[in-house]
């Protein structure tokens, strides 16, 4: 029984760190996405708010990670970039709440299991 909680406890957290790594893999693919969308908008408008594509990624983290959009894009492209970068930064946190959520349901249940025995 000890040996088959381990397993099970092992595969649980391989998963759990298959899942996280996923996420911030395509997390990190949406940023990059998001700012040099909302960049080439900005960089052809007559008042764009970033200086630089370092500024834009900048932005972008913070709008996908944080959901914080300032500053505040001034052309329709990169606003609805900061949009679709809300939209998938909730999508994330939800997702890394429940795949944290149900790692420790599970860890609870194999302790569980465990003490039963």
Request: no cysteine; net charge neutral; hydrophobic share 50%.
């Amino acid at each position: 029984m000890v040996s088959s909680s381990y397993r099970s406890a092992g595969t649980a957290k391989r998963l759990f760190r298959s899942r996280l790594g996923y996420l911030g893999a395509l997390s990190a693919v949406v940023v990059v996405a998001v700012a040099e969308v909302a960049f080439v908008f900005e960089r052809e408008a007559r008042e764009g708010v970033f200086s630089s594509f370092g500024d834009a990624l900048l932005w972008s983290f913070a709008s996908v990670v944080a959901l914080q959009g300032d500053p505040v894009p001034t052309t329709t492209g990169a606003h609805l970039a900061m949009l679709a970068g809300f939209a998938f930064g909730l999508v994330i946190i939800a997702s890394v709440a429940g795949t944290v959520g149900a790692f420790l349901v599970e860890d609870r249940r194999e302790r569980a299991v465990g003490e039963g025995d």
